[in-house]
């Protein structure tokens, strides 16, 4: 299995307040990226990163904002929690975005109440 | 843009029989197409690829998948499964942006 973790595992948070999720890779990849899974609608790309700060948006990218500092760290950050933005969070990794292949995290579970 | 559809939202097969799910995409060109599984409270698993050359690849697990491109499709297929083959499956294709665009996913439950 790819070396990636997701921290924290499950999270519950209030409106408002600000989140960081954080993805840690072992594997030194430079391609990051950030998904929200919800039921119906498989994984949809959150924001991505093609190298340390390098990053750009994916298809529900508003209320979201990521950052790269280091190859082994992508954070996503939830500036100011919605209920909408309970979900499921996936991190993947990939070693060539030409080849597609993406390796996933085990996932984090945010709820907002 | 590329788009994904996984026809059947829940399947209910019996162990030992064979599964088959659906996966039809859109695309001008040939693209990079995937299969995943996602067990209960898991990440997703890669379980096999496609690129180009042999049509019929495969993956982990005893699946193997089919890409036909007169029919825009990429099922996967398992000869029998096994209760540990209860897991959400979805299908995934990587055409011209360098992003993967996923399925809504298929839910395999096994009876005994």
């Known amino acids: 299995d790819a070396g990636i973790t997701q921290s924290p595992r499950h999270k519950v948070t209030e409106t408002g307040t600000p989140v960081t999720l954080r993805c840690h890779q072992t594997e030194n990849h430079r391609y990051m990226y950030w998904y929200r899974q919800d039921p119906g609608h498989g994984l949809r790309l959150i924001h991505y990163?093609?190298?340390?700060?390098?990053?750009d948006k994916g298809e529900v990218s508003d209320g979201y904002s990521v950052s790269r500092s280091k190859t082994e760290d992508f954070l996503l950050t939830l500036e100011s929690a919605t209920s909408s933005q309970t979900s499921v969070y996936f991190c993947?990794?990939?070693?060539?975005?030409?080849?597609?292949?993406?390796?996933f995290g085990p996932g984090t579970r945010l709820t907002v109440t | 843009a590329q788009s994904v559809t996984q026809p059947d939202i829940h399947i209910t097969v019996s162990e030992g029989a064979s599964l088959e799910l659906r996966c039809n995409y859109s695309y001008g060109a040939t693209p990079y197409l995937f299969w995943y599984v996602q067990s209960p409270g898991q990440g997703l698993q890669l379980l096999l690829k496609y690129f180009s050359g042999d049509t019929l690849v495969q993956g982990i697990k005893g699946f193997e998948a089919e890409f036909k491109r007169s029919q825009s499709s990429f099922n996967l297929r398992k000869p029998s499964v096994h209760w540990s083959d209860a897991a959400e499956y979805f299908c995934a294709v990587g055409a011209g942006d360098y992003k993967l665009s996923f399925g809504a996913g298929t839910t395999v439950t096994v009876r005994a």
């Open positions: 993947a990794i990939s070693e060539s975005r030409i080849s597609y292949e993406q390796y």
């Open positions: 990163s093609y190298g340390v700060k390098d990053t």
